[in-house]
Every structure is written in C-alpha cells, then in structure tokens.
Nanobody
Framework: QVQLVEFGGGLGQAGGSLRLSCAAS????????MGWFRQAPGKEREFVAS????????YYADAVKGRFTISRDNAKNTVYLQMNTLHPEDTAVYYC?????????????????WGQGTQVTVSS
C-alpha cells in the first residue's frame, strides 16, 4: 500500500508560479511510474503530466506543455510539479498518482494509488 499526500496548492496569479509536491509513505516510490492529474469544477479528471520510475521519460498534456515540469527525487520519495506561467484555466484540484508498472502513463485508470488532491486557484 502507498499513501500519497500532495502539498503546495493554493492561490496563484496569472503568469505566476506554484510548485506542487507529492510525498509518499508506506513504500518507496522508486519502482512506480508517477502522474499528475487535475479536475476542474464540472469537468472530468484530466491528465497533466507523468514520469517514469527512473525519470527518464516524461509526458505532458498539450495544455501545459512548455509551462509545467514534472520531476522526482526518489531519495526523498517525492514527486514534483513545477507550474510556471499559470493561467486561470489551470484552476483545479490536482492529484498525484502512482502506477505499479513504472511507466509514464497518461491514462488515469491505469494508476493504482491516488492522493487526496490539493486545490490550485489561479486569479486573473
């Protein structure tokens, strides 16, 4: 079992930056592929970014490509999402997730563990 907890959400300004962290307990994250997803009010959960167990592969949604960066520190059992040049449409609850197969997966149903989410609100 893996417990995931997201940190770093809050209020940001358009054009500004926020960094989300996802800390794990229960098991080491080094064998898991990790992802970030988000869900805005009235919308379905959508893929944001993912990273393989080694960090060698990453994928991004088109909406965040060039603005967001996913990274991981396996020694700290933590995954990060650096969000730059924020847009009001980035407002959502952000979730981190872990998958057993270690790959940078973009499909939410292929993830095995989920955090509770952290709210990100971007003002214009």
């Amino acid at each position: 079992q893996v417990q995931l907890v997201e940190f770093g959400g809050g209020l940001g300004q358009a054009g500004g930056s926020l960094r989300l962290s996802c800390a794990a307990s229960g098991r080491t994250l080094s064998t898991f592929g990790m992802g970030w997803f988000r869900q805005a009010p009235g919308k379905e959960r959508e893929f944001v970014a993912s990273i393989s167990q080694s960090g060698g592969s990453t994928y991004y949604a088109d909406a965040v490509k060039g603005r967001f960066t996913i990274s991981r520190d396996n020694a700290k059992n933590t995954v990060y999402l650096q969000m730059n040049t924020l847009h009001p449409e980035d407002t959502a609850v952000y979730y981190c997730a872990a998958n057993f197969n270690g790959r940078a997966i973009t499909i939410s149903r292929r993830y095995d563990f989920w955090g509770q989410g952290t709210q990100v609100t971007v003002s214009s």
